[in-house]
């Protein structure tokens, strides 16, 4: 204790001592005077310009100017440029229209799902996060993903693209054995591609490209197209094969949240939308009609296209994991 004290002491002397050595303003020597001599000449006065002078150009620069302006207006018009209206630049890119007649019935489904959304899947997909780790909640897609690759096989099938069928089915296949269920994703790492298809594709591949579009509830973006692919898609449906209720509700269940989770990404856009309906009824079929027209045109390479479209793992509802009424006959 005493070293302690020793030490500060001389530690706050040594600071003390600094300070005192060194220089204050007042011990500076002061600056000589400067003295103006009062006596010196003064500069006789400018003479006075005459304003007229002051922008006109000279006889010999006149007939340059003039040459300039007849140059300049033979290149670009005599009016004043507008960068708007200049008839050299390309016609602004059109986006095609959104083929909605039945835009004010899909407006309060809309709404209503978003209701449903805020209330309910949101909170859900959140607490889903923040519960569940990440590589956790990967497996989990991965699951669900794999389970889905038979019914992509079947629709690639009757798409008439059987080397496409060969390649989800071996990844079926890899993933299946080698990566436990599904829960890993073995074949991605040997680079093969994870595509996504389904029944209205295979409508819009044989020729049903334009339709309308309708909102379900639930459900949520669809077209007419896409309503009657869902009927095609779940017979298919490896979880409705399922027939513990309480197994197979749970299953559809985990996998509403766990595509909840993958759009919370997308909340901060919508929220700032101007008109959130819109904004994902046109995303939906830019992307929808992406996904029909690539495969039957061939004209597009993925170098291309913007990040967001190549992305095969687009979540939305899928037909499997909305729980609905199992229809049998009886008598």
């Known amino acids: 204790m005493n070293l302690f004290r020793f030490s500060t002491v001389v530690l706050l002397a040594a600071l003390a001592s600094a300070c005192a050595s060194a220089p204050t303003p007042s011990a500076t020597a002061p600056a000589d005077a400067v003295v103006v001599d ?59 229209a959104s083929y909605d007649p039945w835009e004010k019935f899909n407006r309060k489904v809309h709404t209503f799902n978003n209701a449903v959304d805020r209330a309910v899947a949101r909170p859900l997909a959140r607490v889903y996060v923040a519960a ?43 993933n299946s ?17 994870r595509r996504s298809e389904d029944f209205g594709q295979t409508l819009g591949t044989w020729g049903w490209k334009r339709s309308r579009y309708v909102e379900l509830p639930f459900f949520g973006p669809r077209t007419v197209r896409d309503v009657l692919g869902l009927a095609g898609d779940m017979p298919l449906s490896p979880v409705r094969q399922i027939e513990d209720d309480k197994l197979r509700i749970f299953l559809q269940g985990l996998n509403l949240v ?37 495969h039957r045109t061939q004209k597009q390479t993925e170098e291309e296209l913007p990040e967001y479209l190549q992305d095969e793992n687009n979540p939305t509802v899928p037909a499997d994991a909305m729980p609905m009424p199992e229809i049998s006959g009886g008598g």
Do not use: C, H
């Open 38 to 96: 009062s006596t010196a000449a003064t500069l006789p006065p400018e003479p006075p310009i005459d304003p007229a002078t002051i922008d006109a150009p000279s006889p010999a620069d006149a007939g340059t100017v003039s040459a300039a302006e007849d140059d300049f207006a033979e290149i670009y018009g005599s009016g004043a440029y507008d960068p708007v209206a200049d008839p050299t630049l390309p016609a602004p890119a059109q986006a095609p």
């Open 258 to 294: 766990d595509t909840r989770a993958q759009l919370l990404s997308l909340d901060s856009l919508r929220e700032g939308a101007v008109d959130d309906y819109a904004l994902v009824r046109d995303s939906w079929l830019q992307r929808r009609n992406y996904q029909i027209e690539s």
């Open 132 to 174: 569940i780790p990440r590589p956790v909640r990967l497996g989990v897609g991965n699951f669900f993903d794999n389970l889905r690759q038979p019914l992509t096989m079947v629709n690639q099938l009757l798409q008439g693209r059987p080397r496409d069928a060969t390649q989800t089915f071996g990844r079926f296949v890899l």
């Open 177 to 193: 054995t080698v990566g436990i269920g599904g829960i890993f994703d073995p074949a991605s790492d040997l680079k093969m591609k």
